[in-house]
């Protein structure tokens, strides 16, 4: 019988397998499925920072004027005692998968103002989280914000949520940092118990026929995954912090070679929309087969043992293989002679 069992921001996990932030976890018959087709924990949807600016436009709108005798505005405004804010509502979700899943549930933050709106992250956390990832989907393109400005917005709203919750923190983090492993470490000292690699930008698109721009979602890639599988094999070797997978995992395949490149836990989303909670239990079990067939014990055993300072060619992620790749490309026969 082999030991599935992994490390995750502290937390025993019977096995890699952690769906990610996604509309999946939004209602708890979906969350129990995902638990009962093998998942080990399991992210929430995120709370947006967007959603606590319309609710206070909303409270102020329902609770300061709600007592304004005006019969005309009176008529649609709900009665105070019955508002309840998107924040209960996400809170109130929360405690009940809490209630009901015997995995661990982490909850989602999302936004990029270091303004006090991570401080939510308490009461996430006194509603049962057992760990908070912090998403800062930043679309860096302001010409006066340089790059230090960019990694000190993260570290900001590191900071103002490990100073208010215990629980360990998860930072997710996109591709687009001119040196990751340096800011990496920064995540590290700034308290990040872990990292999640990486977030997929949604990219809009030109509809060639309207002339307009268009927002469209595309599920992931397996090839995505090669990113991921650079990156985590460069990090093991330099932070001892969690370090999940997130993008590009389809099959065991990926699974597989992000948990050599070193990765504690692997990630799904796309997957796991297209085809389904079944497919969690097939990628489980592909793994253990490979694993059998390769005669490991544990994913322990297997866990970084691809990694950049454990490769005896460690170029093979470096500069290096890039020139060899490049010079030993050929053109396609018969399209150029
Ligand atoms: C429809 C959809 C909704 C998502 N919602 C969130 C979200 O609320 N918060 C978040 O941090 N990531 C969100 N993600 C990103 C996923 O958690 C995941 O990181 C990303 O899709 C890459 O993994 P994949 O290749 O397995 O899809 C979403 C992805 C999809 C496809």
């Not at 030991?3 to 939004?26: A, E, I, M, R």
């Not at 087969?289 to 544990?298: F, H, K, Q």
Request: aromatic content about 6%; some cysteine.
């Amino acid at each position: 019988m082999i030991d599935l069992s992994t490390q995750y921001l502290g937390l025993k996990l019977k096995n890699p397998l952690v769906p990610s932030s996604s509309p999946l976890s939004k209602t708890l018959d979906s969350v129990l499925r995902l638990e009962d087709a093998g998942a080990a924990a399991v992210v929430l949807h995120s709370f947006y920072e967007e959603e606590l600016i319309a609710e206070d436009a909303m409270a102020e709108r329902f609770l300061i004027h709600a007592d304004l005798n005006d019969g005309e505005a009176t008529g649609f405004m709900p009665d105070n005692g019955n508002y309840e804010s998107s924040i209960d509502r996400y809170l109130e979700h929360l405690r009940r998968v809490k209630a009901r899943l015997s995995i661990p549930v982490i909850a989602s933050l999302n936004g990029v103002t270091p303004s006090g709106w991570v401080d939510l992250g308490k009461e996430m956390e006194l509603a049962g989280a057992d760990a908070l990832e912090l998403n800062v989907y930043h679309v860096a393109a302001d010409p006066s914000e340089s790059g230090d400005d960019v990694e000190a917005r993260y570290l900001a709203l590191l900071a103002e949520l490990k100073r208010v919750v215990s629980v360990p923190v998860v930072m997710k983090l996109p591709p687009f940092f001119s040196s990751l492993t340096h800011f990496v470490k920064r995540l590290e000292a700034g308290g990040a118990d872990g990292v999640s690699l990486f977030n997929r930008f949604f990219q809009p698109d030109i509809d060639l026929e309207n002339l307009e721009m268009v927002e469209q979602l595309h599920l992931s890639t397996p090839e995505e995954a090669l990113l991921r599988i650079r990156w985590i094999a460069i990090l093991r070797g330099q932070t001892p912090m969690t370090l999940a997978a997130t993008g590009g995992v389809h099959g065991h395949e990926e699974a597989l070679k992000l948990l050599l490149a070193g990765a504690d836990v692997v990630h799904l989303a796309s997957c796991l929309l297209e085809h389904g909670p079944a497919h969690l239990t097939r990628i489980l079990r592909d793994m253990e087969a490979w694993m059998v067939e390769r005669e490991y014990e544990s994913v322990a055993q297997m866990k970084g043992s691809m990694c950049q300072s454990n490769l005896r060619d460690p170029s093979a992620l470096a500069r290096e293989s890039y020139i060899r790749v490049l010079d030993s490309f050929t053109p396609r026969p018969g399209v150029w002679r």
